[in-house]
């Protein structure tokens, strides 16, 4: 909290200087850290929920006011949840909606009150003698005999609702481990060991979660089923590339868009048809046929929070501190070592063209290039670095990414995917630091949960000559790669000072990078 509370107070210090009276390398990094924080408070659950929702109360009646819909409340409001930012959610809630609840119950995963606790997030927890019931579960994102427990409370309050009551469904990101009821009659081992077979016969991961959905009495709209004919409307947090509502928590109050004979093909492709039990045949010839969204006429999903949300609340400020901003996608994934040599290259790119280079138009088509392999959804990255070109007397660019990366361990060190992303852009800077002359350049990627790995840190800053002054200090960055130790390297070098440090926020819409340029005056 006391972090936070810096950063805060950064923010305000800021505000009160002009953007280019202080021309360091320091300066850029309150900038990125800034920029970040505001992406970051977008998605915080009360800001989110009190986007979301309002409660209007008039002569002798009160209405609830969510996704242009007003319902009347008359002791009829009821909610459930089940994520890793629920616990927050809940709590904004219960703050909006006051005497209204009747009733709630949410999944969360195990050990969450206590660390939010921990974290100093008192906004974030149910207040005492709360209607809400809170069960933990799903240790280490596994659904557990304790998800299961909770999932069936779960059902249990929705199966009991009528048509005159509400069900508020808040979902986020974990929500699918921590919702588990397979339908009977097969166990929760059952349904692991089928996903574990189509894991390791090499299954996608919509092939993996068509099966989920299909195993599921609640994923796959079976939760929206269970509760009719109450109304039902879901706040849902977006923890996937593409905001796909059908794949967040496996999509408990989502229309299903597969059959019985999609999952009986899938198993068949992969060899596990003959193998299947009874039981499993059973239960998919058991599935509804093909439902029609007109099935789903008493739910309202709401997308409450995302990745895009975030980034553009960070264009937002860039803006505000005088930067030109180039918000380019939200579906960035991959190995990191192929997306930090494309961030590598694009801000050399950036450079050259601020400092009109000769080495222009080939960064340039070795950029673009990279991007074609990368195949990124909607990145139309010509027409915005020539949107870029035409801009004319710009000398401050802020470039701004989302999505989710994955990462190769190799060995035994701590990191995670974004201090590792960060490193290995400045070891790709390290042998071309002098395409950026003219330049500083500014690299930070960090995830919105304020975790990163098993480590106190959630992302990392970069800039081209830090390797440079690492070796000075005796610190090999590219040993560090190896040994899959980048939290290590960055706790060592300058004690932490390049260090992204937020703290448990509350919250996930994945990560953000962000490259910061400026012509050096």
């Known amino acids: ?41 977008s998605v915080l659950p009360p800001r989110m929920l009190r986007r979301a929702l309002a409660v209007r109360d008039t002569a002798g009646s009160s209405v609830l006011e969510c996704g242009g819909k007003e319902i009347t409340l008359d002791k009829n409001l009821y909610l459930v949840g089940f994520g890793k930012a629920v616990l927050g959610m809940a709590a904004a809630v219960e703050q909006i909606v006051g005497k209204h609840l009747v009733e709630g119950v949410i999944s969360i995963p195990r050990g969450m009150e206590e660390s939010l606790k921990q974290a100093g997030r008192r906004d974030m927890l149910l207040s005492p003698g709360s209607r809400v019931r809170v069960m933990e579960g799903a240790a280490n994102n596994m659904a557990d005999e304790a998800a299961l427990r909770a999932a069936g409370e779960i059902r249990k309050l929705a199966e009991k609702l009528e048509e005159r009551h509400l069900l508020l469904v808040l979902i986020s990101g974990g929500g699918s481990a921590l919702l588990p009821a397979p339908v009977p009659p097969l166990t929760l081992q059952d349904k692991q060991t089928i996903t574990q077979q189509l894991a390791l016969r090499g299954a996608t991961i919509q092939e993996l979660n068509t099966l989920r ?59 596990l048809r003959d193998s299947m039990s009874e039981a499993v045949v059973e239960v998919l010839r058991s599935r509804p046929l093909m439902e029609s969204p007109d099935h789903f006429s008493h739910v309202h999903n709401i997308l409450i929070g995302s990745n895009f949300i975030a980034l553009r609340e960070a264009e937002q400020e860039a803006k505000k501190l005088g930067y030109f901003t180039l918000l380019l996608s939200t579906a960035i994934s991959g190995d990191v070592r192929y997306v930090s040599h494309f961030y590598a290259v694009l801000a050399k790119v950036i450079c050259s063209i601020l400092m009109s280079s000769p080495q222009q138009q080939e960064l340039e088509q070795e950029v673009l290039a990279l991007a074609s392999t990368m195949a990124v959804s909607g990145l139309n990255l010509a027409d915005r670095l020539q949107e870029l070109k035409l801009t004319g007397s710009v000398d401050s660019i802020c470039v701004l990414f989302g999505g989710e990366t994955t990462v190769q361990v190799q060995g035994k060190g701590k990191g995670g995917r974004n201090q590792e992303m960060a ?42 000559q830090l390797m440079t002054n690492a070796l000075e200090r005796g610190l090999d960055a590219e040993h560090s790669l190896y040994l899959s130790d980048s939290n290590g390297f960055f706790s060592r070098f300058q004690n932490g000072k390049y260090l992204l440090v937020t703290g448990l926020t509350g919250t996930n819409v994945m990560d953000v990078q962000m490259l910061l340029v400026r012509r050096q005056l």
């Open 1 to 41: 909290m006391a972090r936070i509370s810096r950063v805060l107070n950064l923010g305000r210090v800021l505000s009160c200087r002009s953007h280019g009276a202080v021309r360091t390398m320091a300066s850029l990094q309150e900038d990125a850290h800034r920029i970040f924080w505001s992406a970051v408070s």
């Open 213 to 271: 959905r299909a195993l599921s009495q609640l994923k796959g709209g079976g939760l929206a089923r269970a509760a009719y004919p109450a109304q039902v409307v879901s706040l849902i947090l977006s923890d996937v590339i593409g905001d796909d509502l059908d794949v967040i928590a496996s999509g408990p109050t989502v229309c299903s868009s597969h059959s019985a004979e999609d999952c009986l093909q899938i198993m068949s492709k992969y060899g």
């Open 423 to 464: 490193l290995r852009v400045a070891a790709e800077w390290h042998q071309s630091q002098a395409s950026m002359q003219g330049c500083q350049v500014m690299f930070l990627s960090g995830g919105t949960d304020g975790q990163d790995g098993p480590t106190e840190a959630t992302g990392a800053f970069v800039y081209p």
